[in-house]
């Protein structure tokens, strides 16, 4: 089973980016999917999730209202757009399945945790 995420680049504050992160190897069309992202020199952060519960998804207060999670179950995929871009931003972002009933924004309660993709904002 691999994730594997990408879109992830350069772009300056302000500016849209869309991050993929396709399955393969199993169907996960029954499981929740989240992002995650990681800066220098700090912890794993959830960014959002899909499918949490029935119908949701939920938000980090950070990027509420710029960044939205969806998923094409017939292409085994889960999208990030972002937009509004700040230099706050900048991560790697990491895509995983939800495999425990744990807190949907703890990265405990996800496994199969894909490479990263880098995203960079400059000022």
């Known amino acids: 089973v691999q994730l594997q995420a990408s879109g992830g680049g350069l772009v300056q504050a302000g500016g849209s980016l869309r991050l993929s992160c396709a399955a393969s190897?199993?169907?996960?069309?029954?499981?929740?999917m989240g992002w995650f992202r990681q800066a220098p020199g700090r912890e794993r952060e959830f960014v959002a999730c899909?499918?949490?519960?029935?119908?949701?998804?939920y938000y980090a207060n950070s990027v509420k209202g710029r960044f939205a999670i969806s998923r094409d179950n017939a292409k085994n995929t889960v999208y990030l757009q972002m937009t509004s871009l700040k230099p706050e931003d900048t991560a790697v972002y990491y895509c995983?399945?939800?495999?425990?009933?744990?807190?949907?924004?703890?990265?405990?309660?996800?496994?199969?945790w894909g490479q990263g993709t880098q995203v960079t904002v400059s000022s």
């Open positions: 899909i499918s949490c519960t029935i119908g949701s998804t």
């Open positions: 190897g199993r169907t996960f069309s029954s499981n929740a």
């Open positions: 995983a399945v939800r495999i425990s009933s744990g807190l949907h924004d703890s990265p405990e309660a996800y496994g199969y």
